[in-house]
């Protein structure tokens, strides 16, 4: 705290009054931005598990069948959506991995 206050001292000695508040207020707010940043990756995680917790659980059904002495059971239907480009994208890329490591393999 008191080389706080010396930093404080010797910035006031070099700068006139409205620079000072200038600097003071830039900190404050980076000061805020870094500790917003971080305050607000905690409770999103926080809150997909209250909205995992809060929704009603899944009901399935016991088909009455067995696959190697467990039971089978029947799951509602689900509808998946996905981006076309997004995944063609995706799949592009992991071609150009599969590539570039079968051309480093054969290079070596």
């Known amino acids: 705290m008191q080389a706080i206050r010396q ?3 010797s910035l006031r000695r070099k700068l006139d009054d409205t620079a000072f ?3 003071l207020a830039a900190f404050a707010i980076a000061l805020a931005g870094l500790a917003g940043s971080a305050v607000v990756a905690v ?3 926080a809150n997909k598990v209250a909205a995992t917790a809060s929704q009603p659980p899944v009901r ?3 088909t009455g069948v067995r696959v190697n002495g467990a039971p ?3 799951m509602p239907a689900i509808n998946v959506s996905a981006s076309r480009s997004a995944e063609m994208a995706r799949i592009e890329q992991e071609d150009r991995q599969a590539r570039t490591s ?3 393999a054969s290079a070596s």
């Open 7 to 9: 930093i404080r001292a």
């Open 21 to 23: 508040m200038l600097c």
């Open 43 to 45: 409770p999103q995680s």
């Open 60 to 62: 399935s059904t016991v």
């Open 72 to 74: 089978v059971y029947r």
């Open 102 to 104: 079968q051309n480093a």
